[in-house]
């Protein structure tokens, strides 16, 4: 495994990024295809193993019971001080006012929530689960500032918006001397490639790591195009963020893998941690070889040719993922 610096900070963090929405209580929540606590655990403990420090949850996954999974099996197989643990607010946890956003009350509770089904005493990295519209950015940067000052968070990220929100809160929390944003968490993969526009140059110039979610478009990427899984059949969010055109994408990375006779996820993979602008991809794994993969991806080097028959069939996508 390789590490690297998470954007302009002094915390390492490994190449690949064991992302746990996988992981969780399939009947709770909305992702009826994740792995319950007996199926997660060897998983979590192979990419351990591996040498993935880096973990990635959320409230809201399976009705918080990944951040209970992850936070039992992280403290059995690792020593907290070994590992960079990541979750996210936003979500709706509760029905009825204040169930969800980023008003300072719901990120003061729902901090307090996550630490206790996590079972540690701080997060390394403390994501919003996208912009709050409905609440001022002066009350959601200060109340993560105070968080980090209280020492309930090393770091604070956030996860995708339009480029203008994200600077916005920037600005808005170096006005005021506040905790600012290491970390942009986006729907970037090699069928979804609109944060080229304006998101990534915005991180590369401003110094802010890049973690991209869903690199490997869900499965899409690894397989060919009218293959279906348990995962894919009831994945309903997943299913509105790619296209029929998309298919060329994914027989170029049919092609190039058949050439190098290794698995297509490992060259999807690769072509996201050849980008200047990635830190890590939140890889998802549901079987033992998808972490095989994405261990390989890192030390799988792309032709520059390579590279740009991969790129080629790129047909641009409306926004999704906000
Ligand atoms: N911030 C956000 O809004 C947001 C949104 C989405 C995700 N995330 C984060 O990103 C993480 C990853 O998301 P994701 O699971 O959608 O990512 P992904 O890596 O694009 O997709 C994972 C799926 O791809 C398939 N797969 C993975 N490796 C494979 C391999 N080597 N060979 C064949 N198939 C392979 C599996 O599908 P099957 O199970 O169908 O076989 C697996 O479930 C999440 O766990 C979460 O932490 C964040």
């Avoid at 973990?55 to 070994?82: C, H, M, P, Q």
């Avoid at 348990?230 to 170029?252: I, P």
Wanted: proline share 4%; hydrophobic share 35%; glycine share 8%.
């Amino acid at each position: 495994m390789q590490y690297v610096k998470l954007g302009s900070t002094g915390l390492d963090v490994s190449r690949i990024c064991l992302g746990c929405m996988t992981y969780g209580v399939p009947d709770r929540g909305t992702h009826e295809w994740t792995l319950d606590e007996e199926a997660s655990r060897p998983l979590i403990r192979q990419a351990l193993e591996a040498g993935v420090t880096f973990f990635d949850t959320a409230n809201v996954y399976s009705d918080g019971t990944s951040e209970e999974i992850v936070g039992k099996a992280l403290r059995d197989f690792a020593s907290r001080d070994d590992i960079v643990l990541a979750t996210k607010v936003n979500g709706r946890m509760r029905p009825g006012p204040n169930g969800a956003g980023l008003s300072r009350k719901a990120i003061m509770t729902e901090i307090d929530h996550s630490l206790r089904r996590l079972g540690t005493d701080y997060v390394d990295l403390y994501q919003i689960h996208r912009f709050d519209p409905a609440t001022p950015v002066e009350e959601t940067m200060e109340a993560l500032h105070d968080l980090v000052r209280a020492g309930k968070v090393r770091y604070i990220g956030a996860s995708s918006m339009y480029a203008w929100q994200f600077s916005k809160m920037q600005y808005t929390a170096e006005r005021h001397g506040w905790t600012k944003f290491v970390s942009m968490q986006n729907h970037y993969n090699l069928l979804y490639r609109e944060e080229e526009r304006e998101m990534l140059p915005l991180c590369a110039d401003q110094g802010v790591g890049v973690l991209p979610w869903s690199p490997l478009a869900r499965g899409r990427l690894t397989r060919d195009w009218d293959t279906a899984t348990e995962r894919s059949a009831t994945d309903n969010f997943g299913s509105t963020l790619y296209q029929e055109g998309d298919r060329a994408v994914v027989e170029a990375v049919t092609r190039i893998a058949g050439d190098r006779g290794v698995p297509r996820a490992r060259v999807a993979l690769a072509w996201l941690l050849h980008q200047d602008t990635v830190t890590a991809p939140i890889v998802g794994a549901s079987k033992s070889g998808h972490l095989d993969d994405a261990v390989a991806a890192v030390e799988l080097t792309l032709g520059d040719k390579e590279i740009e028959e991969l790129e080629r069939p790129y047909a641009p996508h409306p926004i999704a993922g906000h």
